[in-house]
Each structure stands twice: as C-alpha cells, then as structure tokens.
C-alpha cells in the first residue's frame, strides 16, 4: 500500500522560500504521477502543481508558475516542491497525492493517494 509522507512547512515572511518534501513508502513511486495540491481555510482544495512519473512533464497553477518547481528523485521516493516569493494567499495546508500512471493532471479526484498535509503560513 503507497503511503505518502509530507514535510517541510512552516511560518515564513512574505518573499520567503519553503522546499515541501513529499515521500513514499511502501511503493516505488516510478510508476505514478505525483500532484501537489493546497487547501486554505474555507475554500476548496485546488491543483498546485503536477509532475507525470518520468519527471518530462509538469504543470502548474497561473497563481505559482514562475515560483514554485516541482521535482521528483525517484531513486529517493520522494517528489519535491520548491515555493520561492511566497506570499499571503500561498498559505494552506498542501497535500501531495499519488495515482498510477503516467500522465499528471491538476484534478483533485483523479489521485488514488493522500498524505495527510502540512501547514504554509506566509505572514509578517
């Protein structure tokens, strides 16, 4: 069973950086594509960003291109999110999720796999 493991938030300033972590255990991760996705209070969860399980394609939301990467090291099991310039309305919980296959899609209910989240507050 693919569990899925996600580290490295926190409280950062607004223009700050956080790198979220997200590892496998239980599967190998070649096989999936891995999608990032964040929730803030009292809204709906939305796609941050996608990677397909080769690393050749990502996507990501208008709000984060240019400052967000994400990255895969599967040799690791572990998929990686990169926030550079982070601001106010970046904070939420972000989750990553996992589903089989190649291709990645920014589609909540298209993942088969959750971690349980970790907190992003941007504030001063």
Do not use: H
């Not at 999608?35 to 394609?57: C, D, L, M, N, Y």
């Not at 099991?77 to 291709?103: F, H, R």
């Amino acid at each position: 069973q693919l569990q899925l493991v996600e580290s490295g938030g926190g409280l950062v300033q607004p223009g700050g950086s956080l790198r979220l972590s997200c590892a496998a255990s239980g599967v190998t991760l070649d096989y999936y594509a891995i999608g990032w996705f964040r929730q803030a209070p009292g809204k709906e969860r939305e796609g941050v960003s996608s990677i397909s399980s080769t690393g050749g394609t990502t996507n990501y939301a208008d709000s984060v291109k240019g400052r967000f990467t994400i990255s895969r090291d599967n040799a690791k099991n572990t998929v990686y999110l990169q926030m550079n310039s982070l601001k106010p309305e970046d904070t939420a919980i972000y989750y990553c999720a996992a589903v089989w296959g190649i291709l990645a899609t920014m589609t909540p209910d298209e993942y088969d796999y959750w971690g349980q989240g970790t907190q992003v507050t941007v504030s001063s």
